[in-house]
């Protein structure tokens, strides 16, 4: 009798959670009773959604391995990062939240600014950390650290960082502060630099544009994006079948400096840019190599996108001469309230369970990373988390699904203006673009514009004819939501939440 018993105690503590693909090897993932997948997500910066070949028929740039993500998995038409800037997306990525609700309002956050991610906050690497994942982060964070500085500001690179992707759930971070034209430029292992050797470089110009500012004597530009792809695929490498892993890769690059090593130079007859992105294409190769060579290709979901729309840094005018728009058919570029500032490439690939070759033209928004790996896990989301954030698993999965997964999705711009997307309808709560292309903020408030913009998508995807004046109970409905959101402190089902500080709906001086 007592043997029996034994017997079944050590099935049920020891054996069982190995056979059904728990204990060290991750929860159920409860969907295909298999282990919990490995998450790959590959951020590029400032990435057009018109560079990828694969959405693009007349894109000069043959992306052939993303191309082939694409085929092995799923596409989306209408994806949305969830500003057309970087940090804020950033912010929205990690934690499920738009990042108007702190206090970043507008703008992106310097090399040397503090956190914007509260050691107290979710995020997506907290939360599979807690699931039993190994959690890395590799490459760009410009989320802001906690760096020892003296009075002056100047910043005391012997001492280790607080408060960075470490207290954020992720188990191990290699890369630098923020974009790869804001110093410092040294690279960060964990909670410190790699070297404390620091000169001063000085500005440089042009398309491989950086800011003058401290730089590590091991820190070349040129060869950042290799670097921190060899850390990539090293990680990988490095890991087993035994426990899933989550390995967020935020790209530096095709965002300035424009530094395409020598064997991509000139080999998308475009331009520097052009070439830049063919890199960024190889690296994700690169990525996908290493997953198939370790035998992870299988049980990994790896994700490809970008923080937001082309900077007007790759000079427009020379890919038009060839015949490229890194924007496609969109309105507008890169800090843009228009869908060219912030609809972006979003493919997703998990052999065995997304559709090889399939398309979405779900609305979606790069805050639904969080909720989604919730629902992977077969966890629930407190209300104090992923105030933004649906998961789109079951569009992932071609399982049946309410549609819209979204009630509306808000867009924000680099000066801070905001949007309202619901089905085909986008309302813009400002004059002009609110960022980089005309009309820009300071001409728009000049000219004789209506305050407001609302456009059907279905009918304008160009956004060419507002019609603001042809519908006020749509503008009124559109806003009393906007209003909802930011009162309730969240766009999802839940509990109120509170924002930091005052949140304005339309500029200063403008009226509904």
Known sequence: MLNKWMANLFLGVFLLPYLTGCGKSGKDNGNTGEQSPNIVYILADDLGYGDISYLNDSSKIQTSNIDKLAEE???FTDAHSASAVSTPTRYGILTGRYSWRT??????????????????????????????????????WHLGLDWVQDDSGRVDFSKPIEN??????????????????IPPYVYIENDRVTSTSIDTIQENEGKGFWRKGPIAE?????????????????????????????LYF???????????????????????????VLMVDHVVGQVMDALES????????????????????????ELAEVGHDPSYRFRGHKADIYEGGHRIPFIARWPGHIEE????????????????CADMMNDTLPDTAGEDSYSILPVLLGQEYQSPIREATVHHSVNGSFAIRQGKWKLIFCPGSGGWSDPRPEKAGEMDIPSLQLYNLEKDIDESNNVVSEHPRLVDKLTDLMDQYIEQGRSTPGTKQQNYGEIELLPEGYER
Not at 108 to 132: H, R
Not at 220 to 241: C, F, G, M, W
Not at 250 to 276: M, R, S, V, W
Request: net charge negative; aromatic share 10%; glycine share 10%.
């Open 103 to 140: 206090r970043l309002k507008s703008g992106v956050l310097w090399g040397t600014d503090k956190p914007l991610i509260d050691s107290e906050t979710m995020t997506v690497a907290s939360l599979l950390n807690d699931q039993g994942y190994n959690t890395a982060c590799i490459g760009k």
């Open 250 to 276: 935020p790209l530096p690059a095709p965002h300035t400096p424009i530094l395409p090593t020598e064997p991509f130079q000139g080999k998308t007859n475009t331009n520097a840019y052009g070439d830049f």
């Open 218 to 246: 091991n820190f070349k530009h040129k060869k950042v994006l290799p670097e921190l792809t060899d850390k990539a695929v090293d990680y990988i490498n490095r890991q087993s079948q035994d426990k899933p892993f989550f």
């Open 73 to 75: 998995g799923m596409s």
């Open 357 to 372: 070759g399939s398309t979405s033209d779900e609305t979606i928004c790069l805050n639904d990373l969080l909720a989604t």
């Open 164 to 181: 960075g992707p470490l207290a954020l759930g992720f188990q191990y971070f290699y890369g630098i502060s923020s974009s790869l034209d």
């Open 294 to 317: 370790k035998g992870l290709k299988g049980n990994t979901l790896i994700v490809f996108t970008s923080d937001n729309g082309c900077s007007p840094r790759a000079d427009f005018e």
